[in-house]
């Protein structure tokens, strides 16, 4: 079955940065379009940034500028790469695709704070 394992988040200062990474098993990583969400307490999951197979990937507005996502599908791997981050960014992130997404993984804790 679909396995998608997020990891790399902590506790980060206002204007640091963070690389999250998502291993994703069980499907033909090269044939699907990834995403990044993220869910901040007591909101709704939001979309926050997705990579397609082929393709420019595209970022929600409160994020353009500061974050990148990138894919490897030799390793079946999706990254978030954070950067000026923000209190407002403060969530779980979790990984999965796009449209119909998969069961969701455990996600990973971003926290920033001073």
């Known amino acids: 079955q679909v396995q998608l394992v997020e990891s790399g988040g902590g506790l980060v200062q206002p204007g640091g940065s963070l690389r999250l990474s998502c291993a994703a098993s069980?499907?033909?990583?090269?044939?699907?379009?990834m995403a990044w969400y993220r869910q901040a307490p007591g909101m709704q999951r939001e979309l926050v940034a997705t990579?397609?197979?082929?393709?420019?990937?595209n970022l929600a507005d409160s994020v353009k500028g500061r974050f990148t996502i990138s894919r490897d599908n030799a390793k079946n791997m999706v990254y978030l790469q954070m950067n000026s981050l923000k209190p407002e960014d403060t969530a779980v992130y979790y990984c999965?695709?796009?449209?119909?997404?998969?069961?969701w993984g455990q996600g990973t804790q971003v926290t920033v704070s001073s």
């Open positions: 990579i397609p197979i082929v393709g420019r990937p």
């Open positions: 999965n695709r796009p449209i119909s997404p998969w069961a």
């Open positions: 069980g499907i033909i990583f090269n044939h699907n379009n």
